[in-house]
């Protein structure tokens, strides 16, 4: 009856934070899975006019079809031949999967910060709706082929207007994160003091519309990858998604610096986001430079640390919103004033985009193939 | 007189159960509503005094059970318990208050030849308009003075125990102490959803 009833939270909101939060924690089980590597039914295609590496691997992907019967196949490397169907398809669902545990956490986060700030704009819907549907397409991505057990390898970039509309979902999430950085740094410009440090920790965060946008590249990316395509925006795709998950883990540690900052570091687990991830982006950054491999072995570690970074801060979250006043049973204060559980997985998202770019620079460049 | 509830249907009781009271509240409200002391420091003639005094402070017709105050003071003076500090040309707190009430009961009786107690509301509020302004003529304000006695014990005293009970915080749309459960809309105009609500 009164405002101060023990149900006190709005029952939309509270259902919409734990509907956000299990698929947040479902995409991250899902990202988590190993990829099913059933046996490829590739239909009888013709070779697509690819660049020569994309050839081979087509090639071996037909290969690969009679390679259980026909073990022998001369024509491919004996070291690359019995996993290339994967090649493109296992980057292409880590990349939709990556994109699936952004969203999941853009959603989560930003269904809480905006339930705080009371969706006093209406604009503060549009990242719920438009993570929402990222998050739905992402995950369909995700899951359509590997229980299809076909790879969408065989049809050429997107131009049909099927294609053209798979893209709309992430498009429109790259629009809805640059236009909420718009209304974010407003919102910081708008307060007394400006862009002060103090309007950095406590108005509207800049880096949360950003990882919107990411999420969004890095769904447009997933299809091509997936169709084959060799490159992105002009450059080779493993070395543009290497540079574009570097550029993600950089952002999202700086994120993480401005807030543990304002918390003082008051654990020292706090000063893990901010130093393993930027190792991570640089060694990342190195791989999306043309030429020498550099310390894949090393990039890899560090990129599988990330991953597990996310549901450990999650963890640490959870024990920080525990040891606020009134623990867990005030909730309903603690979830939205205490450590945003939603924020660490988007390491795990980003470092799942990274090892999927790694994967991906290595099959193009032909290096030798590394457990990933 | 009576004016339409500004937080209509607002009763911070609700919060009984919920994260925002916690036991040490639950004790100490229960205690503030349940635990009215008797008179134990105050004559009688002194309590029927002080209680006619706060029924023109803080006039609450629209009550069959007022919010208690003279029983609060009373037991304030009977633990000697004041705030830690005194003004320096002020009585020592419990001689300031058995002064003073006695220096504004001669006060009406000089104005209006009655005890304050016996005057009507518009004669009760003339007596301490009076003494609020330091226009007063007895010689019992002898080393008190008149406007402190009435600001500084009678109005902040009644006030701030009129304000400690929780019927006056549904009236101003007060939560109680933001302890177990504060707030998270800390912005202007924001509202938790565990707040008054404020009518339009």
Redesign the interface.
């Known amino acids: ?6 149900a ?3 029952p939309l909101a509270r259902g919409l934070g734990a509907a956000t939060l299990g698929l947040a924690l479902g995409a991250l089980l899902l990202a988590r899975r190993p990829a099913t590597r059933g046996p490829a039914p590739v239909p009888p295609s013709l070779p697509l006019p690819h660049r020569p590496a994309r050839a081979e691997t087509n090639a071996n992907a037909n290969a690969n079809a009679n390679a259980n019967a026909d073990a022998d196949d001369g024509m491919a490397a004996p070291r690359t031949a019995p996993s290339e169907p994967a090649d493109a398809a296992l980057p292409a669902r880590r990349l939709y999967q990556a994109a699936a545990l952004l969203a999941a956490s853009v959603l989560s986060d930003s269904a809480l910060e905006h339930y ?3 969706f006093e704009n209406p604009g503060m819907f549009a990242p719920l709706a438009s993570a929402a549907v990222v998050l739905a397409c992402a995950l369909r991505g995700a899951w359509t082929p590997a229980r299809r057990g076909r790879a969408p390898t065989h049809r050429p970039a997107p131009r049909t207007s099927a294609g053209i509309l798979s893209g709309v979902p992430y498009a429109t999430a790259c629009a809805v994160g640059v236009a909420g950085l718009g209304f974010h740094a407003y919102n910081v410009l708008r307060r007394p003091g400006g862009l002060s440090w103090a309007n950095l920790f406590y108005a509207a965060p800049l880096g949360a519309p950003a990882a919107l946008a990411l999420a969004g590249v890095i769904g447009l990316a997933a299809r091509p990858v997936a169709a084959g395509a060799p490159t992105l925006a002009g450059l080779p795709s493993g070395r543009a998604l290497c540079g574009l998950a570097a550029f993600g883990l950089a952002g999202t540690s700086a994120e993480a610096a401005l807030l543990h900052f304002r918390g003082a570091f008051q654990h020292p687990a706090m000063w893990v986001p901010v130093s393993v991830p930027p190792v991570t982006a640089v060694m990342l950054a190195g791989a999306a430079l043309p030429g020498a491999p550099g310390r894949r072995r090393l990039t890899n570690a560090l990129l599988r640390a990330c991953t597990w970074l996310g549901v450990l801060g999650m963890g640490f979250h959870a024990r920080g919103i525990a040891r606020q ?2 623990g867990w ?5 603690n979830v ?2 205490g450590p945003p559980l939603p924020a660490p997985p988007s390491f795990s998202a980003l470092a799942l985009a990274g090892r999927a770019a790694l994967a991906l620079r290595a099959a193009q460049e032909g290096w030798p193939r590394e457990a990933t | 007189m009576t004016q339409p509830p500004r937080f209509p ?4 009781l ?2 009984w ?4 009271f ?1 036991d040490v509240t639950r004790d100490v409200l229960a205690h503030r509503l349940d635990a009215v002391p008797p008179r134990r420091w105050l004559t009688p003639d002194e309590w029927d005094l002080l209680d006619a005094i706060n029924a023109r402070l803080l006039p609450q017709p629209e009550r069959d059970r007022p919010v208690p105050i003279t029983p609060w003071i009373d037991a304030m003076l009977h633990d000697d318990r004041g705030e830690g500090y005194r003004h320096p040309d002020m009585p020592p707190l419990r001689d300031a208050w058995r002064q003073g009430l006695a220096a504004v009961d001669d006060e009406a009786r000089r104005l209006h030849d009655r005890p304050f107690a016996g005057l009507d509301a518009d004669a009760q509020d003339a007596v301490l308009q009076a003494i609020a302004e330091g226009r007063t003529a007895s010689p019992r304000w002898q080393g008190l003075d008149a406007r402190r006695f009435f600001i500084h014990h009678l109005l902040k005293t009644a006030a701030g125990l009129y304000y400690a009970h929780p019927l006056a915080w549904n009236e101003i749309g007060f ?1 109680g102490p933001a ?7 800390l912005g202007f105009d ?8 404020e009518a339009p």
């Open positions: 009856m009164s405002a101060a009833a023990p006190d939270a709005r705080r700030g009371d006043m009134g049973r005030n909730w309903s204060q939205l004033a | 249907g607002y009763d911070v609700a919060k159960d919920s994260p925002s916690d939560g302890n177990p459960r504060g707030y998270v809309r924001g509202r938790d959803p565990w707040e008054a609500k």
